[in-house]
């Protein structure tokens, strides 16, 4: 176990779910501390204890070297930690995270030399709501902490695989702090910009992605309804203008084929983007275009579309390409244009 003389050189883990267990993963077996950094330990926490247990078993055997320990609560994480990672589902496991009362990070701030929090780094991967992440980040810095918005991208494939695209908003300071510890999870690592601003990317990407997805499914059941097969569709729209990252890495057709792949759509649509979190992330861009009085017309439109499988015990814990199975069981009657 790390005591709290060697807090300089651990590194904290808040949220060990599909994508954060794969996340450590790459971190405790790629990240490489500064030369004179010592041995890193690792400080873990998850509201599923035996998602702990797993992951420090799994270690136990896979690197026994590394010191793992096993933390409480997320305050406890903090005074055993001075960068502290989280990767949480949604605004209120955020907020019970780093402000939610005498168990948060913020708690084991106000315990500690001002020293200890200065050095403190809190780097959260969560995607939530840009104002609220702004408002604790300035809450932590007014504690001698400091916060980076670092949402990722690339799904659980690209947690596995230590190919996530990282977007940072925040200090550029603090950034390029963050950096070593990133990269050893991602592809890319890009600071966007000041609070908020990786956020921003992120919400913005995954608007987008639900849009093409939506897309991409309602002209796979068009084209199969009008006579085409859908493996010659998939393969003409992959050499074509609607070529896209569904389209090529995440088809929701079960019955395509694309290279080596094997996405969601053939094994049932288990695993992936779930379909309640790709909800949430258009939820997100739908309230942030309403305050920024951008138009959403198309988005607006997906938002409303998943709204309803994101609520559907048979459709929100299945990847997002699952709207395609939705749309096909509407049949083919005339006017349904909304789920």
Avoid at 88 to 100: A, E, F, L
Wanted: glycine share 10%.
């Amino acid at each position: 176990m790390a005591s709290q003389t060697d807090r300089a050189n651990t590194i904290g883990f808040i949220g060990l779910g599909a994508m954060g267990n794969h996340m450590l993963h790459n971190l405790v077996t790629r990240y490489t501390p500064p030369r004179d950094g010592g041995q890193t330990a690792y400080a873990l926490f998850d509201v599923n204890e035996a998602a702990v247990d797993s992951v420090i078993k799994h270690h136990s055997i896979e690197t026994p070297e590394v010191p793992l320990v096993k933390c409480s609560s997320p305050h406890d994480v903090a005074k055993h930690a001075s960068i502290i990672i989280s990767m949480v589902p949604t605004g209120k496991h955020w907020r019970d995270v780093y402000v939610g009362g005498d168990k948060s990070v913020l708690s084991a701030l106000r315990t500690l030399s001002d020293t200890e929090r200065s050095a403190t780094l809190c780097m959260d991967e969560s995607t939530i709501e840009q104002s609220v992440s702004k408002e604790v980040a300035l809450e932590l810095r007014s504690a001698g902490a400091d916060l980076l918005d670092a949402p990722v991208s690339g799904g659980v494939v690209g947690a596995e695989n230590g190919t996530l695209a990282i977007m940072v908003g925040g200090d550029k300071a603090s950034f390029d702090r963050s950096v070593p510890v990133l990269q050893s999870m991602a592809r890319k690592v890009t600071h966007c910009g000041d609070l908020g601003a990786g956020l921003a990317a992120k919400i913005a990407n995954n608007l987008l992605l639900g849009i093409t997805m939506l897309g991409l499914s309602e002209a796979m059941l068009l084209g199969k309804r009008l006579g085409v097969d859908p493996q010659v569709l998939a393969d003409i729209i992959n050499t074509s203008t609607g070529r896209c990252w569904s389209s090529e890495i995440n088809h929701p057709v079960p019955e395509v084929k694309v290279g080596e792949l094997s996405p969601p759509a053939h094994r049932g649509y288990r695993g992936g983007f779930v379909t309640k979190l790709a909800h949430k992330d258009l939820a997100l861009a739908v309230k942030a275009a309403e305050h920024t009085g951008v138009p959403l017309s198309v988005g607006r439109c997906v938002e409303e579309t998943y709204r309803p499988l994101a609520a559907s015990k048979e459709f929100a814990d299945r990847d997002f390409s699952v709207v395609y199975e939705a749309l096909d069981a509407l049949g083919s009657s005339a006017g349904n244009a909304k789920l």
